[in-house]
């Protein structure tokens, strides 16, 4: 387990608790690589891939076959619970742990020390969401998170198509928290919340971070009038939003790093 600070941009897994204290935050990966392939079209027109696939490319002893194969790391497993004092741990910071290629057996696995670790709050994300469900009902201290569908090859119709069918997977996700990753804001993703809301009723999910693009050191911010729109409905819905580190702080001057008020019951 990574006991170093979380890489930037994943400074919400040091969670705020109910009384002001922040939990340490770390990433945890008993798997490791991922198929993907996300990429990202940048205003600019250049094209940027995930962050972890540049990650494991530099350091190659880890990723021997490369990012996309599937790496299984058992003697990864009892690290949080070696770990006494309470934290947040993001799992899968290089990784989808819930991606097809990945037996069940070895998720489970890693339910099980979650499960078994239950003073920490474990952070999952996943781009595969059609297989959340059959780990119901996830343990207690258990986020269980989906992220915003990548869009280089995707026009913005059809990443509303795909995170209206996220959405639809989420509904059936029984977890204390259910959040979505909204990084980057590459569309205007409000209304697809809204059509879903005209029909549903509620939003699946109980937290949102938000964040901009970026590419090298280049950072690209979403338009304003599309974080606006859904900062508003959140808002109105009562849902914390957490913004990512490359979010500007120029204009965002009311800043957001909300977390999840956590009650004694699942969601579904
Ligand atoms: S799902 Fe995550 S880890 Fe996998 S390629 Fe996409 S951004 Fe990278």
Known sequence: MNRQKPPKGIEWTRIRQADGTELPGYTWNPTGGCFHGCTWRMPD????????????????????????HHYWRPHALDAPKKVKQAAGIFVGSMADLFGHWVPEEQIRQVLDVMEQAHWHTFQTLSKFPIRLP?????????????????????SATGGA????AYLRHMKEVKATVRFM???????DVAPVFEEW???????????????????GSR??????EWTLSLLELLENR???????????????TNWREEFPIISNGLHH
């Open 219 to 224: 950072v690209f911010q979403p338009k304003t």
């Open 238 to 252: 009562d849902v914390p939003v957490f913004f990512k580190g490359n979010m500007d702080r120029g204009i965002w």
């Open 161 to 164: 198509r795909a995170l209206n």
């Open 45 to 68: 027109g250049s094209i940027t891939e995930c962050y972890a696939k540049t990650i494991a490319e530099r350091f190659t002893s880890g990723y021997p076959h490369g990012f996309e």
């Open 181 to 187: 990753s909204i990084e980057p804001l590459w569309f």
């Open 197 to 215: 809301l005209k029909q549903e009723g509620e939003l699946p999910f109980e937290w949102a971070i938000i964040g901009a693009a970026s590419n």
């Open 134 to 154: 059959q780990f119901n009902p996830f343990p207690k201290n258990v986020w269980v998170g989906v992220s915003l569908p990548a869009g280089h090859l995707m």
